[in-house]
């Protein structure tokens, strides 16, 4: 059974700092990763997706890396600014097995940037 | 490009009252479409999805329905609400390889 975990559920940093927020898989077995941001009562905004041959994508700021092996990602914040804060979901596409194509969720990490 | 819209944003509905929530996808075809709850303090959970018009299926038990009578609709439905109906509801969509993509959601209170 696929479980994802995202460590850590919260993070309070001040403005300028690089930050890494982490996320956890338990099956290799993975078609891809997405990272999302979701802002206060808003929907989700996809950051970067890496699909499973993938090693890393690179968008801005943010920088997300792929290890199947060992069941990681990381999404990587350089500068951190105010605008950064919101929650910050991981979410991880099961390699399909029919016609189920259902992602596997983390919990999220809430990241607070502080001017 | 690809564009999803979500309707209404905000929602209060006394318990028992019907329910309708619409999301359409423009810029694609055939796409695969998803229903999703999030819950305070908790993650967001599958409640359906949808491979082709017509053809729904529903991952968890509950007082809801979904419909997709056109390709690019998507329509979440109840016959009457319950007080543990309200949430935050999710419209995406995604085609093959290509990642999810999200609606704005609808904040629904159950009243």
């Known amino acids: 059974k696929q479980e994802v975990t995202q460590i850590p559920a919260a993070l309070s940093v001040p403005e300028g700092e690089n930050l890494v927020l982490n996320c956890s898989f338990t099956d290799s077995a993975i078609y891809n990763l997405q990272w999302f941001r979701q802002d206060p009562g808003k929907g989700l905004t996809s950051l970067l997706l890496i699909q499973s041959s993938q090693r890393e994508q690179t968008s801005g700021r943010l920088n997300a890396s792929l290890d199947k092996s060992s069941g990681r990602s990381t999404l990587y914040i350089a500068a951190s600014q105010p605008g950064d804060s919101a929650t910050y979901l991981c979410?991880?596409?099961?390699?399909?097995?029919?016609?189920?194509?259902?992602?596997?969720w983390g919990l999220g990490t809430s990241l607070a940037v502080n001017p | 490009s690809q564009t999803i819209h979500q309707w209404p944003a905000t929602l209060v509905q006394p318990v028992g009252s019907p329910l309708s929530l619409e999301c359409t996808v423009e810029?694609?075809?055939?796409?695969?479409l998803y229903w999703y709850r999030q819950a305070a303090g908790r993650g967001l959970q599958l409640l359906f999805y949808?491979?082709?018009?017509?053809?729904i299926s529903s991952e968890v038990p509950q007082n809801l329905s979904a419909s997709r009578p056109q390709d690019r609709q998507f329509i979440l439905s109840s016959k009457k609400l319950l007080l543990s109906d309200s949430g935050f509801y999710l419209c995406?969509?995604?085609?093959?390889?290509?990642?999810?993509?999200f609606g704005s959601g609808t904040r629904l209170t159950v009243v």
């Open positions: 949808s491979v082709g018009i017509g053809q």
């Open positions: 810029g694609t075809s055939n796409p695969n």
């Open positions: 995406a969509w995604s085609i093959s390889h290509y990642g999810y993509t």
């Open positions: 979410a991880v596409r099961r390699v399909n097995a029919g016609n189920n194509r259902k992602l596997i």
